[in-house]
C-alpha cells in the first residue's frame, strides 16, 4: 500500500467519523426521546457543557450554579445532558425518590469511589436492596443509642483537650480539623469496634481526614474521566505523563489522592481480616458493623473481603466528612451569632446543671433551640450537593404535562431544595426559629419533609441516626462547656461554610482557610 493510499484511507476514516458524530447529534437533538425537553442545545447534543462546568469553569465544581441559570431560562424540567433530566421542583422531590420505587443511579459514582462492593456503589435496585438490608439492622436507632457513652468519651476529650492545650495560648485553631477526628474516630468505632483515637493526633491530623479531603477534590475528573484512575493505578507515572503531558501536574494531584485511598483501603482491609478472625474465634465484636454483618448468613458473592472493606471505607469516610463538615458550620454560625449563642447556651444550661454530667440522647433531641440549630446547620450543608440522577424501568414518570419515558435518568439537587425561597425565606442565612413549633411549608405539610441533607426514598442515607446522635452530643457537649463562651472566629468568615464548589460534597473556595478560632483565657 503506498503512502497515498493510507492517506487516503486516513481521511476517508475521518470523514466516517466527523459524518457518525453529525448524525448523533443529529438523532439526539430530533429524534432521541428526549428531544421535546427543554435545555441548552448544546447540553442535548453533547457532555461538553457538563464536563465545562464540572472541571474548568473556576475552579470547578460550577455545575449546580449552571443548573440553576439553565432553570431560570428554560423552566422547572430541562435536559442537562444526551440522557439526562434535571428538575427544580421541591414538591416533586419525595416524588421521585419515593421509597417504594427501585431506581437505578448512574454506575460511575462506584467506579470513581472505586466502590462497585459497596451499598453506596451498587447501581441496580436490586444489588442495592440487598446491600441495604445487611446494613439495616446494625443503624436502627435503638443499635446506634448503645454507641451514645462512647460518643460522649470522644466529644469529652476534644474538649477537655482544646481547654489544655489552646485556652489562653492565643494558638489558632481551623475547627474543621477537630471535628473531622470526632467524627472519624466515631465512625471507626461504630464499624469495628475500635477507637483509633485520632482526637488525640498532632494538630488533630488524621490520615484518614486527609485521604478522604484529597479524594473528594479531583472527584469530577474521575467522574467524567474514568479512565485516570485506571491509568494511575496500573502505568508507571512517566508512561502516563508522557501520554498526557498537559495534565502531569493533575496526575501527580490524582496519583497522591489514589496512594492515599489505597493506604487507607489497606488499614481497613486489615482491620476487617482481624475482625473476621475474631469472630471466627469466637471474640468477635457484635456492637459492630462489621460484627453485624459477619453475625448474618450473607450470600458468598456480599461476604467476601472487597464487600466488607469498602462497606468500611464508605461509612468511615462518608460519615466523618458529612458529620464534620455539619459541625463546622453550625460551631460558625453559633459563634457568629451572639443571641443565637446566648439562647442556644440558656437552654442547655437550663437543661443540663452539671456539663460533667450530661444526658441522653433523648432528652438532647427533646430540647427545640438545639434541635433547631442543627436542623438549619444540617440544611445549609446539603448533605450530597452534586445532581442525584435516578433512573425508573417500570414505567413512565409525569412531571406536570411532561412524560418522562421509562429508563430516563431524572436528577434532583439538595442544593436547591434548601434555597427554595417559598419554602425557606431568606434561604442562605443561618435562622434556627425557622424550625420552632410545628413549622409548615406553603403546601401545609411539614417543613421537616424538605430538609433533604440525608435523602429520601430507598436510597436514604442509612447513617442517619448515628450522625444525630453525633450532632446532638457534639454540639451540646462543646457549647454547654466553659470554653464555649472563650471561643472567637479568627479571620473567619461566611464564605469559609458557603458552598463555592461542587465536589460531590460542598467545599468552599479553594483560597479559604477554614473555619478557625482562638480560645481566649
Known sequence: MTTQDLTSAAIALLVALVLYQIAIVIQRLYFHPLSAFPGPRLAAATYIPEIYYDIFEGEGGQLPFALQRWHKSYGPIIRINPQELHVQDSSWYETLYAPS?????????????????????ASDATTYRKRRTALNPFFTKRKIAEFAPSVQQVCDRIVSRLEREYRGTGRVLNITRAWECMASDIATLSVFGQDPRSVDSPGFCSPTNRATESLVEPIKWFTHLSIIPTLIDRLPEWIVTALMPPAELILRQLSKVSSRSSDISQVMELAVVEARAAHSDGKGNDHSLIGSLLQQDLPPEEATLPHFTQEAVIVVGAGGETVARTMTLATFHVLDNPAVQKRLVEELNTAIPDAAEMP?????????????????????????????????????????????????????????????????????SFIPERWLGDPRAPNGKALSRYNVSFGKGMRSCVGMQLAYLELYLGVATFFRSRLASKARLYETNKSDVEMARDCFVPRAAKKSKGVRVIFES
Open 101 to 121: 420505587r427501585p431506581v437505578r443511579k448512574l454506575p460511575n459514582w462506584g467506579h470513581r469511589m472505586k466502590a462497585m462492593e459497596s451499598a453506596l456503589g
Open 360 to 428: 441522653d440522647w433523648n432528652v438532647l433531641s427533646a430540647l427545640p433551640y438545639l434541635s433547631a440549630c442543627i436542623e438549619e446547620s444540617l440544611r445549609l450543608t446539603y448533605g450530597v450537593c452534586e445532581k442525584r440522577s435516578r433512573a425508573y424501568d417500570g414505567g413512565d414518570l409525569m412531571y406536570g404535562e411532561w412524560r418522562i419515558p421509562a429508563g430516563t435518568f431524572v436528577g434532583m439537587s439538595n442544593y436547591d431544595v434548601s434555597h427554595d425561597e417559598e419554602i425557606f425565606p431568606d434561604s442562605f
